[in-house]
C-alpha cells in the first residue's frame, strides 16, 4: 500500500466522520440518527470479522476444516459467507451454540471472539444509556418548559 493511498483514505475517513458529526447535529432526529447509526456499525463489524474467519478458514485456518462448516466443499460462496457471517455474530452476541474449538488455535481464536463481543456489548450498551438520557433530558426540558408555559 503506498503512501498516497495511505492519506487518501484518511483524507476520506476524516470526511466521512465530519459528515456523521455534522449530520447528528443538524438532524431533527438525532436518536434515531444515532440507533441507527449504531446498528450500520455492528453489521459492519459483524461482516468483518466473518470474513476474518472466512479468510482464516480458506487458508486452512486451525487445521481442521470442518470446524464449523460441515459441507464447507460443496457450498457456494454465498453459503460459505452466511455461514462465516452466522458464526461470527453468535460469537459477538455471546448467544447461541458455538462449535465446540478443537485445537488450540481454534480455542484462542473463539476466546478472542468472546472478549472482542463482550467489548462490543459494553460498548453498546453504552451508546444505549447514552441515547436514553438524551431523550430523557430532551423530555424533561419539554416539560419544564410546558409547565412554565402554563
Known amino acids: 500500500m503506498s503512501m498516497i493511498t495511505i492519506i487518501i483514505a484518511a483524507y476520506f475517513s476524516f470526511r ?14 438525532p436518536n434515531l440518527f444515532r ?3 449504531l446498528i450500520h456499525y455492528l453489521l459492519v ?23 464449523v462448516f460441515a459441507d464447507s466443499e ?10 462465516s457471517y452466522y ?6 452476541t455471546t448467544i447461541g451454540d458455538l462449535p465446540r474449538p478443537r485445537t ?8 478472542a471472539q468472546l472478549l472482542f463481543g463482550l467489548l462490543l456489548f459494553a460498548t453498546v450498551l453504552g451508546h ?9 433530558a430532551a423530555r ?11
Open 128 to 136: 444505549v444509556a447514552n441515547i436514553v438520557t438524551s431523550v430523557s
Open 45 to 67: 463489524i459483524f461482516h468483518w470479522n466473518g470474513c476474518l474467519y472466512h479468510i482464516i478458514y480458506k487458508n486452512n485456518g486451525f487445521g481442521s476444516k470442518d470446524w
Open 140 to 150: 424533561k426540558e419539554f416539560q419544564v418548559n410546558f409547565q412554565d408555559a402554563n
Open 74 to 83: 460443496t457450498a457456494d460462496v454465498v453459503k460459505q459467507y452466511l455461514q
Open 87 to 92: 458464526w461470527c455474530t453468535l460469537a459477538l
Open 35 to 37: 440507533s441507527t447509526s
Open 104 to 111: 488450540k488455535g481454534e480455542y484462542l481464536f473463539v476466546i
Open 16 to 29: 466521512f466522520w465530519a459528515f456523521m458529526d455534522r449530520t447528528e447535529r443538524h438532524t431533527n432526529y
